[in-house]
């Protein structure tokens, strides 16, 4: 066992009795910033575990009205265990703050990586789309919905592992994408309609984002948000001539970019899908399981 692990295992024991308080950890430097704080590393005193700080105001989450969703939210995200799911360890509070103790992303953010490569190989991107479709479909099992599965709410700890972070903050963070960036690009026709949806708009998402990961950019890119929302509604799809992308991804996301989400593939079947069989890689998606 590594070290990190055996410290992981020191903190997770802690985790039932322990009322935490900032005293409990060494602060390092900045990760980032968000809308509602920042993002520190941080470092548990007792067991040495590396963990990220995230800080949020109460000042922010009271002006909107957030609070019973952060408690809602973050309850949930403390139940979920999975190798593809940001782990949140815990949190604590005092009169101007709350804090996340939440598992460290060495890598940082999959968007960066993205930005600076272009575009990824087929043997990358299966490999994401199939944690993804593994870390969603736990995510359902618990009737966890509404993932924000944009990349910038994707991680990559230090193995290079994926890890969806921001869990619980899909309507904020989308209503700030909105209204910040104007970006529908992930959102699945249904819900750019504003109509009942269900799990299959995280599958619609998976196809948005494997054509990102191939080509660089979204399918449905355009200048204004009213173009971005008829070409989804449209499922103006179209594969560009260069980068080369081979028949079968293709032919994953055109399975995936449906308009009728019935006939979206299952999480199961992309799983089993012909390009993902051949290029994920499987020990990241199911071998490295609950730690
Ligand atoms: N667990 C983590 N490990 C490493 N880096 C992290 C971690 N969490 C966040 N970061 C970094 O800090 C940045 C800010 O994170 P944060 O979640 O606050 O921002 P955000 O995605 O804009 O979220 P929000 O919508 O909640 O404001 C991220 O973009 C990322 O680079």
């Avoid at 295992?9 to 968000?34: A, V």
Wanted: with cysteine.
């Amino acid at each position: 066992m590594t070290f990190q692990l055996q410290r992981e295992k020191q903190l997770q024991n802690q985790i039932p009795r322990r009322q935490w308080s900032l005293q409990d950890f060494e602060i390092g430097k900045p990760l980032g910033k968000g809308k509602f704080g920042r993002v520190y590393l941080a470092r548990e005193v007792k067991s040495k575990y590396i963990v990220a700080l995230k800080v949020i105001f109460k000042e922010q989450i009271e002006k909107y009205r957030l609070h019973h969703q952060l408690r809602r939210e973050m309850e949930i995200q403390t139940g979920l265990r999975h190798p593809n799911v940001l782990r949140l360890y815990g949190w604590f509070h005092d009169n101007e703050r709350i804090y996340l103790i939440l598992e460290y992303a060495h890598g940082g953010e999959l968007y960066r990586e993205l930005r600076k490569s272009g575009h990824l190989s087929e043997k990358r991107a299966a490999t994401y789309i199939a944690s993804l479709a593994q870390a969603l479909a736990y995510c359902h099992e618990k009737d966890v919905i509404h993932r924000d599965i944009k990349p910038e709410n994707l991680l990559l700890d230090h193995e290079g592992r994926l890890k969806i972070a921001d869990f619980g903050w899909s309507v904020q963070s989308r209503s700030k994408r909105h209204t910040m960036c104007g970006t529908l690009d992930y959102l699945a026709p249904e819900m750019v309609e504003n109509k009942a949806h269900d799990y299959a708009v995280d599958n619609w998402t998976l196809g948005v984002l494997c054509y990102e990961f191939l080509y660089g950019v979204p399918p449905f890119e355009a200048e204004s948000q009213t173009d971005t929302f008829r070409r989804i509604m449209k499922v103006d799809l179209s594969f560009p001539s260069t980068p080369q992308v081979s028949a079968e991804a293709k032919n994953l996301i055109s399975r995936l970019l449906v308009k009728d989400s019935s006939k979206r593939l299952s999480l199961q079947k992309i799983m089993e899908h012909p390009w993902i069989m051949k290029n994920a890689d499987s020990m990241d998606t199911c071998s490295k399981l609950q730690l």
